[in-house]
Structure formats: structure tokens, C-alpha cells
């Protein structure tokens, strides 16, 4: 499932995602890292929320209103919301389409792991883009083995 | 749990952790936002604010605009946060009339109490 932040696209698990959200309130956890930067409630519980906008270069989200997107997503035994601009149309793409990483490797050398890399066209009568394609299970694992 | 909430401020202290609630004083007392935030936090000298006296020894500051709420329910932070030694202490999140608002155990970050549970 393609998703934009800014002028940026990257491509999440599209089984992984068990919710899309509007708007919500969030709240800022002091101490936590630039990429998982505070919690939302959802369900009864508070999910943290995965901001890529510092691995992208863009502004830092700002509490105490998400983008106008949530992508809650199930990594491992746990749950995120990946906060973005858009959703676009999910596609299938098979194993094989998706390319070791190349033209996307900047975002993997800023701390978020990618599967790989998918040729594209986003949108309608657009040029074809390459988007990386998270491996949100790495950056999970990752997390929790810097602590 | 019963919880101070410090609106502005966007916190909520369990009531169990405080046992008095005194005029704010002593200038040598922390203040919570500080203590959270890091030394980055606004706070003037004229700022009402009252000094939280907690269980177990120690004390922060906090505005005064604060009020209790009964019977809430905190919702549990997911593992990827929970699990960060790093949060010390945040116990939880709560939704609140005037919007989510953390809960923090002031005892953990002042050095001194046993964890809220």
C-alpha cells in the first residue's frame, strides 16, 4: 500500500494494515526516539506513533494533531500508526518486483530498514517512481535491540 | 485510579503517588515539565504553582490549574513504548474531556518511590 508524506512515497505491508484512520489527537512522550515520538489511543490502548518525517527531511510532527492519515499497521505482536498525508491505491506486486534497495538506500542509511524497492505509477499519467518498500519488523527489532 | 489532572500541561498524576498538595514555596523544588522535558520548558516566576509532596520522600512543582478525576481507566501504552527503558516515569495515556493527556509517575523522576502499577 503506496502512502505519501510530503512529496515522498514509500510502500507499506498492505496485510499489515489493519485500520486507516482520519485526523487524531496525539500526545508527545518526552524521551522516546525521533521516529516513534508519542502514542494515540486506538482500541483502548495507546499505540505509538511512527513519524518518518525526520528520515525524510520534513517537519517533525507536531502534537497535538496527527496528519490527516493514520495507518494502523500490525508489526509482530504489536501495533503502530504510521502517520501520513495519503493513501494511495493498494496494488499487488509480486516477490519479485520488489528490487534489492538502490535509489532508496538514503532512507535505509536514516534508520529505517526497507525490504526493498517497487517501480510504480502512483498516479495516473505520471512518470513511473521508485518507492521503498518498509520492513517495519526490522525497525521494530531494531528499536528494541538499541534500549 | 484517581488522577490530579494538570490540564494545561497536558498531564496526570495518580493520586496515590501525592500526599499533599501544598503552595508552591520552595524555589529548590523541581519543576515536573522540567523533570520530563528536559531544562527546556517554559516557566515564569509569576506562574501560580503548587508543590506536590510525594509518597516516599521527594517533591515537584506543577501549575496550579489542576483538578481530580475519578474512575479512569489509563490505556495501556503498546510494547515498542512500554518496553523503552527510557520512558521513566510514564505509566500511561489517558483520554480525558479536554484531550489525551500522559500519565507520569513524578516519584520515578525525582528519584525516590516505588512505581505505580
Known amino acids: 500500500m503506496p502512502v505519501a508524506l510530503g512529496a515522498h512515497h514509500v510502500a507499506v505491508e498492505a496485510l499489515a494494515v489493519l485500520e486507516i484512520l482520519g485526523p487524531r489527537e496525539w500526545v508527545r512522550i518526552p524521551n522516546t526516539r525521533p521516529l516513534l515520538p508519542g502514542a494515540l489511543a486506538w482500541r483502548g490502548r495507546a499505540i505509538g506513533v511512527l513519524d518518518l518525517a525526520p528520515a525524510l527531511r520534513l517537519p517533525a510532527l507536531e502534537a497535538p494533531n496527527t496528519r490527516g492519515r493514520n495507518a494502523v499497521l500490525r508489526v509482530d505482536d504489536d501495533v503502530v500508526v504510521i502517520t501520513i498525508d495519503r493513501v494511495l491505491e493498494v496494488r499487488r506486486a509480486s516477490v519479485d518486483a520488489i528490487k534489492p534497495v538502490h535509489a532508496t538506500r538514503w532512507l535505509v542509511e536514516r534508520g529505517v530498514p526497507c525490504r526493498g524497492e517497487l517501480e510504480l505509477e502512483l498516479e495516473r499519467d505520471l512518470d513511473t517512481d521508485v518507492i521503498p518498500v518498509l520492513d517495519l519488523e526490522a525497525w521494530a527489532s531494531m528499536h528494541r535491540s538499541v534500549r | ?117
Open chain 2, 1 to 117: 485510579m484517581r488522577l490530579l489532572v494538570l490540564a494545561g500541561a497536558g498531564l496526570a498524576i495518580p493520586d496515590a503517588v501525592i500526599t499533599s498538595i501544598e503552595l508552591g514555596a520552595d524555589q529548590a523544588t523541581p519543576w515536573l515539565a522540567d523533570l520530563l522535558y528536559g531544562q527546556t520548558t517554559a516557566r515564569t516566576t509569576d506562574q501560580p504553582r503548587r508543590t506536590l509532596r510525594l509518597q516516599g520522600g521527594g517533591a515537584v512543582d506543577v501549575p496550579a490549574t489542576m483538578h481530580f478525576v475519578e474512575h479512569v481507566t489509563p490505556l495501556a501504552l503498546s510494547d515498542l513504548l512500554r518496553l523503552d527503558p527510557r520512558l521513566v516515569g510514564i505509566v500511561g495515556v489517558v483520554e480525558l474531556p479536554e484531550g489525551l493527556s500522559l500519565i507520569c509517575d513524578p516519584s520515578e523522576l525525582v528519584g525516590h518511590g516505588e512505581p505505580v502499577q
